[in-house]
C-alpha cells in the first residue's frame, strides 16, 4: 500500500510535523510511504526521517534554486493542485485544514483521503463544505475529536488515533539532576514568560535547581529581557533548537509546559517518554489529555495566583525524590500506548476499515 502525508513544510520545528514524521516511520516499517512538503526551505528536515520514508516537495524556495514560474501563492497553488490531480497513492493524509480542503477539491476520487488535525480551522466554512468529500477526520485525542464532531455535522466520520513517539529505545532519565526543562516554538501561545516567572519563585526557595528553555522563536529576546529583569542569568538558560529534544529532556527531572492553548503536546509525550513526570496548567488542551496528577504528573488550576501555584508544584516534586519516581515510572507507562508499532497498527485497521 503506498501512502503520502501532505504537510505544509516538513522542514519546520513544529509539534505537528514532529508528530507526521513519527507517523510516517512507523508506516513505512510496511509500506510504501512518502511525505510531501508543500515548502522546501532547507536542506535537511530539522527532524529525523526514517531511511524507508521518501521525501519530496511541492515548491522549492531554498535560496539559490531556479523556479520556472514567478514566486507567490498562486505558482503555489497551481503546484499542488497538479500534484494532486496527478496522485498515485493509495492513501492521501493531509495535517492541516487548508491542506485537506485541496485534497478534497483535487484528489483522485480513488484514493483515500483522510485529514489528521489537531487544532480547529480558524476559517470553518470552506472545511464544513469540503470536508464531506474526505473519507475520514482523524484527531489525536477525544476532545478534538467531539469538537470535529460538532463542526462536520454532515460528516466525514471522525476517528481518534493517538500520536506516535519515535521507535525506542527512548533514552531514560536517571532523575537525579537538579532541572527543569522545557521545550517548543517561543511564541506567545506557549507562554514561557508563565514559566520563567514561576521558575524565579523557585530559584529563590531551591536556587541549586535550574531551568533550561530548548527551542526558538520570536518571543527569545522578550524571554532574556525577562530573565535579565528579574535577574536570574544564573538560574534560567536557553538551549537554543535541537531535533533531539527527548535526549535534552532525558537530562531533566521534571518538565514543565505553561501553554495556554496547547493542542498537541507532543513535548509532554516525549517527556513522558524519557520516564519524566510532566507539570502543567489545567486547561491546556494537549497536556491534559495525557497528564494526570498523582500517577505521571501534576495539573495545575489557572487562577488568579496561578504562578504561586505552579510554582508550589515544582518545588513539591522538587522535594519530595521518592513522589517523582513515582510519577517517572506513570509516564513510561504511558507513553508505551504511543509507542510507534502500536499507533501504526491502529491506522492499518482504520485503513483497513475505511476501504
Known amino acids: 500500500m503506498k501512502v503520502s502525508l501532505l504537510l505544509t513544510s516538513a522542514y519546520a520545528m513544529r509539534g505537528d510535523v514532529r508528530a507526521a514524521l513519527n507517523l510516517a516511520g512507523a508506516l513505512s516499517e510496511r509500506h510504501d510511504v512518502e511525505v510531501i512538503s508543500v515548502r522546501r526551505q532547507k536542506e535537511k528536515p530539522f527532524f529525523p526521517v526514517a531511511p524507508r520514508v521518501a521525501m519530496r516537495s511541492v515548491i522549492d524556495v531554498r535560496p539559490g534554486v ?182 535534552e529532556f532525558a537530562k531533566a527531572s521534571i518538565v514543565a509546559t505553561t501553554s495556554r492553548t496547547e493542542d498537541l503536546g507532543m513535548a509532554v509525550l516525549e517527556a513522558m517518554g524519557c520516564g519524566v513526570p510532566v507539570v502543567a496548567f489545567e486547561g491546556a488542551r494537549g497536556p491534559e489529555e495525557f497528564v494526570a496528577t498523582g500517577y505521571n504528573g501534576v495539573l495545575v488550576p489557572e487562577t488568579q495566583d496561578e504562578l504561586e501555584l505552579f510554582a508550589a508544584a515544582l518545588l513539591a516534586l522538587i522535594d519530595d525524590e521518592r513522589r517523582r519516581r513515582s510519577l517517572a515510572a506513570g509516564a513510561l507507562d504511558t507513553a508505551v500506548r504511543h509507542a510507534a508499532g502500536e499507533v501504526a497498527e491502529q491506522w492499518e485497521k482504520l485503513i483497513t476499515d475505511l476501504r
Open 66 to 247: 531556479r523556479h520556472l514560474l514567478p514566486r507567490g501563492q498562486v505558482r503555489t497553488e497551481v503546484a499542488l493542485w497538479r500534484l494532486l490531480r496527478n496522485l498515485k497513492s493509495d492513501v492521501l493524509i493531509t495535517t492541516r485544514p487548508g491542506l485537506g480542503v485541496q485534497a478534497a477539491r483535487h484528489a483522485p476520487r480513488e484514493t483515500l483521503k483522510i485529514a489528521r488535525e489537531w487544532g480547529r480551522p480558524v476559517v470553518p466554512g470552506p472545511v464544513k463544505r469540503l470536508y464531506p468529500r474526505l473519507d475520514a477526520v482523524v484527531t489525536a485525542t477525544e476532545s478534538a475529536g467531539e469538537e470535529w464532531s460538532k463542526l462536520l455535522t454532515d460528516g466525514p466520520a471522525v476517528h481518534s488515533v493517538l500520536d506516535a513517539l519515535p521507535d525506542g529505545p527512548w533514552p531514560r532519565s536517571r532523575m537525579d539532576n537538579r532541572i527543569v526543562a522545557a521545550g517548543g516554538r517561543w511564541v506567545p501561545v506557549k507562554a514561557y514568560d508563565r514559566l520563567i516567572r514561576a521558575f524565579a519563585i523557585v530559584a529563590d526557595k531551591r536556587p541549586d535547581w535550574r531551568l533550561r528553555l530548548y527551542g526558538g522563536g520570536p518571543e527569545e529576546r522578550r524571554l532574556r529581557t525577562l530573565v535579565r529583569d528579574l535577574d536570574l542569568h544564573n538560574h534560567v538558560y536557553f538551549m537554543g533548537m535541537t531535533p533531539d529534544l527527548a535526549g
